[in-house]
């Protein structure tokens, strides 16, 4: 059984950092894609960036040049770097692992089979 533990989450303030980390178990982060989904109260849950088992990366418009998704292979972590953070980056965050390769489809939710249970980003202004 996957078991995706999300943690990091905090309260900043606009333009601070966090580094949101997953650890999976039942599951190897080397072989497929990984994501990282958020969802704010009221609204519809989004995928956020995406890395592949080859390394390669996607994010959505609105973070780009602003969060770095990577992976430890070797500790089976997952993590997303969030810099320069806003109000409206406010949200429940989660990481989910799918069992194939993403690609451009990485930020439909039907391609992640497992999700963690979130960690909580709240950006004050």
């Known amino acids: 059984q996957v078991q995706l533990v999300e943690s990091g989450g905090d309260s900043v303030q606009t333009g601070g950092s966090l580094r949101l980390s997953c650890a999976a178990v039942g599951y190897t982060i080397s072989l497929y894609c990984m994501g990282w989904f958020r969802q704010a109260p009221g609204k519809e849950r989004e995928g956020v960036a995406s890395?592949?088992?080859?390394?390669?990366?996607r994010y959505a418009d609105s973070v780009k040049g602003r969060f770095t998704i990577s992976k430890d292979n070797a500790k089976n972590t997952l993590f997303l770097q969030m810099n320069s953070l806003k109000p409206e980056n406010t949200a429940m965050y989660y990481c989910?692992?799918?069992?194939?390769?993403?690609?451009?489809?990485?930020?439909?939710?039907?391609?992640?089979?497992?999700w963690g249970q979130g960690t909580q980003v709240t950006v004050s202004s």
């Open positions: 890395i592949d088992s080859d390394g390669s990366t």
């Open positions: 989910a692992a799918a069992v194939r390769w993403c690609g451009g489809s990485w930020y439909m939710k039907y391609v992640y089979r497992s």
